[in-house]
């Protein structure tokens, strides 16, 4: 099965999800979460098959979260606003994202990709 690893290169998690990637020999296509931010769509689709909550999605702990004082403001904002708005700024993101044509997994939980990721 090919994967889309979503990451960022300076991300400690991020190192360790690519090595334990490489370290298991899981064939996957790198991107940028940055450079290639993924869109509105790609992101409405990686939720849905994800069937987590939309909250899980962002980086809640990242500078730009917290500058744009999100805690506050997600709960008053629709879904589409909340996607629309994880679109804009890959950083808004939590990374790694690891996509396959039946799952996706959010964040680095090495027994979630023990089990998930074949």
């Not at 939720?47 to 909250?55: F, G, V």
């Not at 939590?94 to 964040?107: A, D």
Request: some cysteine.
């Amino acid at each position: 099965m090919k994967y889309l690893f979503l990451e960022y290169p300076k991300c400690g998690t991020c190192r360790n999800a690519k090595k334990w990637l490489d370290e298991h020999k899981v064939s996957y296509e790198d991107r940028h979460i940055i450079d290639q931010n993924p869109s509105v769509e790609e992101l409405t689709e990686w939720i849905e098959r994800s069937q987590l909550p939309l909250k899980n999605f962002f980086n809640t702990s990242g500078l730009v979260y917290k500058a744009m004082q999100l805690k506050d403001k997600l709960p008053s904002m629709s879904e589409k606003e909340q996607i629309e708005l994880l679109a804009s700024d890959g950083k808004l993101i939590k990374r790694p994202l690891l996509v396959s044509e039946n799952q996706v997994l959010v964040g680095f939980k090495v027994a979630e990709w023990e089990e998930s990721v074949k």
